[in-house]
């Protein structure tokens, strides 16, 4: 009986032994699982918050990408009308350089059937001394300058009859050229009139006008073709302070330009 009860004690403290030493084994296993637990916790907390700053900046990059769509779209818009608009100017540029070209053939035919109208002028009235009458080309028009000498007595308006003889053979051309617009200027110097005209004003009207009668009225040239004025003695082409300057003054000019219909048009005129 003593026996067993010596047993049973050893037994009972070798069981004690063992299960302390699990217990203590368990205990350090927990802390070491805590431990672990803890530091997969913060490291969870550390990843979350890695996401959280991760989705931040895709978001921020998103936005990026939409703003930098947005302004390619715009840039897109922006360079497709800069291409209508520059069509559009190259359109315009082209149709200006074709009235360009179109004016500057224009001028070139009016230069061309100046010159052509100087010669047949110059032609028709060779038989007139220069200091009778003088024919030039200025500024695209023909200028007939016919002196005071040639056409009128002093102070007076009516034609002399050979004044009247180089008139037909000016008219002559007018009739064969149409398309020639006539300009009919009266001037004298600047000495004042007596007589029955008012004054240098009335005077060079007065001539000018005669003129347009003549050759209306007896060589039939187109009257709507015709313009008349007096210019006194305001357009001087000679001082008028010597006798020989104004005998230089006291003339009556014909200028004789082409038509410029098609250039209006052209000009949108």
């Known amino acids: 009986m003593k026996k067993t009860l010596v047993v049973v004690a050893v037994i009972f403290l070798l069981s004690s032994c063992v299960a302390k ?13 805590r431990e672990d637990s803890t530091q997969l916790a913060n490291n969870n907390q550390s990843l979350q918050a890695n996401i959280s ?23 897109n ?14 359109s315009k540029l082209t149709q200006s350089q074709q009235r360009l070209q179109q004016l ?6 009016q230069k061309e059937a100046s010159a052509q109208l100087k010669n047949k002028m110059a032609e028709a009235l060779k038989g007139f001394n220069s200091n009778e009458l003088s024919v030039y080309q200025k500024d695209g028009k023909v200028y007939v300058s016919l002196s005071e000498q040639l056409l009128f007595p002093s102070g007076s308006a ?3 009859p050979k004044g009247v003889d180089a008139l037909s053979k000016l008219a002559a051309v007018l009739n064969l050229n149409s398309d020639v617009a006539v300009n009919i200027e009266g001037h004298t110097d600047s000495i ?14 007065a001539r000018a006008n005669s003129i347009v009668r003549i050759l209306v009225n007896n ?12 210019h006194s003695y305001y357009e001087p082409v000679a001082s008028n302070s010597t006798a020989e300057g104004r005998s230089k003054n006291r003339r009556t000019e014909i200028i004789l330009s ?9 000009l949108g005129m």
């Open 192 to 205: 004042p009139i007596r007589g029955r005209y008012q004054d240098n004003w009335d005077l060079s009207t």
């Open 77 to 90: 818009n922006q360079n497709s009308q800069l291409g209508q608009q520059t069509a559009e100017q190259q």
């Open 219 to 230: 060589y039939k040239v187109d009257p709507t073709r015709i313009i008349s004025s007096g």
């Open 104 to 109: 500057e053939t224009l001028l070139n035919q």
């Open 158 to 160: 009516v034609v002399n």
């Open 21 to 33: 030493r699990y217990l203590i084994q368990s205990q350090k296993e927990t802390a070491v699982l």
């Open 53 to 75: 700053s991760l989705k931040d900046q895709i978001a921020t990059l998103q936005k990026n990408i939409d703003d930098l769509n947005g302004k390619i779209s715009e840039l």
């Open 258 to 266: 082409p038509k410029l219909d098609e250039m209006y048009k052209l």
